[in-house]
């Protein structure tokens, strides 16, 4: 990570990483945009399968009580989101960077329903 556009993020984001944006290795669409927290260790990665290739232990979903955390990253903006607003909105509140979509069919490998 080099100094490049924008702030310099001060969230560290783990696994397999490929750029500024937080795309990774599994996702790098121009959508991709995201970092998750888990809740298991509290760290952020980009995907689910960053997190089960890099960490040493098996993640664990946010139980519906904590959705008030911020626990979601937007790697254009650094803005971290609580789960309960990003489970609400298509796109970054903070900087209007469209998410995917697709990360809706996901959420179960996050967020307990
Ligand atoms: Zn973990
Ligand atoms: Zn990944
Ligand atoms: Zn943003």
């Known amino acids: 990570m080099s100094a490049g556009h924008g702030a310099a993020s001060p969230v560290r984001v783990l ?22 927290r888990f809740a298991c260790c509290g760290a952020y990665y980009p995907c689910h399968l960053c997190h089960a290739e890099c960490a040493d232990h098996p993640a664990e979903q946010w139980p519906r ?27 970054c509140p903070a900087c209007a960077a469209a998410f995917n979509p697709g990360c809706k069919l996901h959420r179960h490998y996050y967020f307990q329903s």
């Open 65 to 91: 009580a904590e959705r008030g955390r911020k626990a979601i990253l937007c790697g254009v903006c650094s803005t971290e989101l609580t789960i309960s607003v990003y489970l609400d909105v298509d796109a």
């Open 15 to 36: 696994g397999k990483t490929v750029d500024e944006e937080t795309r990774c290795a599994h996702y790098a669409t121009a959508l991709d945009v995201i970092a998750i």
